[in-house]
């Protein structure tokens, strides 16, 4: 008995400890695991949220790039780190949601072994084209991506990567199967295609709107339900009878699952409160991506997202690569 009231105590103290330790978060510098390489939406999005958290909670949260393997490294060393706090994801529809349909052992449970904090921006994908492509909408791309699908190539930035899910998506909504060329990131996709080397590829807005406004290339659909405020003559998907091409991939913040609750709300609270700032819609606006709504931001909309995301894509992508 003697033993495990001993035993108890020692619980209780920990609990205890564990409980004022969440209370002082954060008492050190946190690190913010950006899965993608330096420069691109993702590590520009992961950077304003780790302002965010600075500027809210007083402490220095700092930005380490941890790219490969469509993301998934960085978020499988987040997903390994301490439940403490101290190790963010910067993750993204492809990290934490659809991962396991292009990577069977991949090493973590996307909603098993993370806990959202909240969406940070959603980013609708663009169709775009190399500038002598003939279709100039997304009617003729189709017709003609149906008789000349063996010919075509479409880039994107790896597998898992949200380039290779809008390309997917849209190549299982009309039926082709091109040749599906990778690249070691956006940049090099769209560098390829200017120099005539791939005919299309998937990408957020802001990844080919200097290149389309300039005329280097050609922005054919945007795969949401709305125009892009950045190329508001570009129409959508659904406005040209293609609602199956349906693709703004979210970007949201991530601590290993076991994370003290306090911690979480902490988080949250921050990055809601940066999310309502003018001046930080105004960044991410810049950058073409969708503001979260009040209603839509914490851990339960995001946990809902990925639920929903996952149940409506990971038949679809994996139906794609089986073909």
Do not use: W
Request: proline share 7%; glycine share 10%; hydrophobic share 45%.
């Amino acid at each position: 008995m003697a033993k495990l009231l001993m035993a108890a105590a020692v619980l209780l103290a920990i609990a205890g400890m564990n409980g004022a330790q969440a209370q002082d978060y954060p008492a050190r510098t946190v690190t913010i695991i950006v899965p993608f390489a330096a420069g691109g939406p993702a590590d520009i999005t992961g950077r304003i949220v780790a302002d965010i958290f600075s500027r809210h909670l007083n402490q220095k949260f700092v930005v380490e790039n941890v790219g490969g393997a469509g993301g998934t490294l960085g978020a499988l060393r987040a997903a390994r780190a301490a439940a403490d706090g101290y190790t963010i994801l910067s993750g993204h529809l492809g990290t934490n949601a659809l991962a396991p349909a292009f990577y069977p052992n991949l090493g973590y449970d996307p909603q098993k072994d993370f806990e959202p904090i909240g969406l940070s921006a959603e980013y609708p994908e663009l169709l775009v084209v190399r500038k002598d492509f003939p279709a100039n909408n997304l009617a003729e791309f189709v017709a003609y991506a149906k008789s000349n699908s063996g010919k075509l190539n479409a880039g994107h930035a790896g597998l898992g990567s949200v380039s290779y899910i809008g390309c997917l998506l849209l190549n299982a909504a009309i039926g082709i199967k091109p040749t599906m060329v990778p690249f070691t990131g956006t940049a090099p996709v769209l560098n390829a295609m200017l120099a005539g080397e791939i005919d299309y590829e998937c990408d957020p807005v802001l990844g080919t709107l200097s290149q389309v406004r300039a005329g280097a290339v050609k922005a054919l659909a945007v795969a949401a339900r709305k125009r892009s405020p950045m190329l508001p003559d570009v129409p959508t998907s659904y406005e040209q009878g293609l609602p199956e091409f349906d693709c703004a991939p979210f970007y949201g913040v991530f601590v290993p699952s076991g994370t003290p609750q306090s911690v979480i709300e902490k988080l949250a609270e921050a990055l809601d409160k940066g999310l309502s700032e003018e001046s930080v819609q105004k960044r991410l606006a810049d950058l073409g991506a969708d503001i979260v709504e009040p209603g839509r931001r914490g851990p339960k909309p995001l946990a809902d997202l990925i639920r929903s995301e996952s149940a409506r894509l990971m038949p679809i992508l994996r139906a794609a690569m089986e073909k």
